[in-house]
């Protein structure tokens, strides 16, 4: 049997459990009703979150019965994929609708005191999008994607309205000494937990904007480390439950914890808390029916901190973690929730990652906008709302530049790898379709399929002075 559907992971949490075809639904998506305006947007992107990490995708670890709800109303893919393997690339790939051999951030580039390498002032984002279209924009969580005082702050790359981490290093911690409101920086105590505080400007936003359409970005940092929260009722539900590994290494950035696995799961929990407040916030205000919620994770889980992946990847399924480009660090969960547009309870297989976000917003705000921004992505609204033909991508790509560098592309069921990019690369060749787990490396045996995609993967990659694969 092939595992590649998320009827063999989701174990019942999806009631009807349909495989959908990229382009012939096997059921049929609800009509769309010419009454209904174009909806508000909730993107949720959480942070190190595995495709396993929640029981929607076959975790049999932890509780997240909130966003099992948004995926027995909705659909969940099962082929979708992030910007890459580490945040910064990925989220900025996700902003601008180009893959990291185009975009400019492809990779966790540092900046002294504070933040990050910007994006390109000149490359539109997501969120000036929907702001040319008349919402009102806000992001809370992390940014990454330009440090204080820089050209790509949140708040000059179409954001109305920013709390948060404007560095991603800063969000390491979970009870940082300050926070940004827009541009400017909140002291804290602390002792005060970040998300809560995040948390809670999200459910303003909401209610702040309720009678205007809106585009809400919420980047949580959960659960990415450090693994620490509150010791409240939510981490006591796994005290104890799990048999903690007796030692383990901590990276010096991040703070120590005697119980990793309960901390982890607590964690995910936490977030699943925040995501089924954000449905109950948006049904209060009336808004509920004409949004779309989008639930997605930046990319493959982390093991720093004590964090321990192999345990809960129950299923085993997947090979790699964070910053690979196994499937393991670049597949992601992805829900998308939308009453009356989106078939409840079912699964869809279709090839898609994060730039393709920017043209499928594109097209969902139709004659709101005359957006013409050139993108490596394609839209997923036919997918979505089984509404139209869904075009299928030729190929997939993907640049990571530390660790020596690697580069990947995906067509079809084949999937290609280049390691040690600087050093001495090497060449994997998978069929994810028969292995999934990427365990047999076939580039031996297939000659003229390696190089059909190394040729792809030398013309996806455009040269950049910043990231150069250490040449």
Known sequence: MKYNHLTKLSSGILLSSVSVAANAQA?????????????????????????????AYGNQHISTPNINKLAKSGMAFTQFYAGT???????????????????????????????????????????????????????????????????????????????????????????PAWLYNNSTKETLDGKTYSQDLIHQQALQFIRDNKDKPFFGYLAY????????????????????????P???????????????????AGMVTRLDTYVGQVVAELEKQG??????????????????????????????????????????GTRVPFIANWK???????????????????????????????????????SMLPAITGQGTQIEHDYLYWEFHEQGGRQCVRKGDWVLIRQ???????????????????????AAQNPAKVQELVTIMDTAHVHSSIFNFGK
């Open 27 to 55: 059921a049929e998506a609800p009509k769309q009703s010419s009454a209904i305006t174009t909806p508000n947007v909730i993107y949720i992107i959480a942070d190190d979150l595995g495709y396993s990490d929640i029981e």
């Open 85 to 175: 393997s580490v945040s910064a690339p990925s989220r900025a790939s996700l902003m601008t609708g180009q893959h990291t051999g185009h975009t400019k951030i492809r990779g966790n580039k540092e900046l002294q005191p504070e933040g990050q390498e910007p994006l390109d002032p000149t490359v539109k984002t997501i969120a000036q999008l929907f702001k040319a279209a008349g919402y009102s924009t806000g992001a809370f969580g992390k940014w990454g994607l330009g440090y204080p005082g820089s050209v790509a702050e949140p708040t000059k790359m179409g954001f109305d309205k920013f709390y948060g981490y404007n560095c991603q290093r800063q969000a390491h911690s979970y009870y």
């Open 221 to 244: 940092s959960l659960p990415h480390a450090s693994l620490e929260q509150p010791n409240d009722s939510i981490l006591k539900m796994y005290d104890g439950k799990f048999c903690e």
């Open 246 to 264: 007796k030692t383990f290494t901590y990276n010096g950035d991040y703070a120590g914890t005697t119980k990793p696995r309960a901390q982890f």
């Open 287 to 328: 808004v509920l029916d004409n949004t779309l919620i989008i639930f997605t994770s930046d990319n493959g889980p982390h093991t720093e901190g004590g964090a321990d992946p192999e345990f809960f990847n129950t299923e085993k399924l997947l090979r790699g973690t964070k910053r690979s480009l196994y499937e393991g």
């Open 340 to 378: 009356g547009h989106v078939a409840p309870g079912t699964t869809n297989n279709q090839l898609a990652a994060f730039w393709d976000m920017m043209p499928t917003f594109n097209e969902l705000l139709g004659t709101q906008t005359t957006w013409t921004q050139a993108t490596d992505g394609i």
């Open 420 to 442: 040690n990019i600087s050093t001495t690369p090497t060449l994997e060749l998978y069929n994810v379709e028969d292995d999934l787990a990427e365990a047999k490396n076939m």
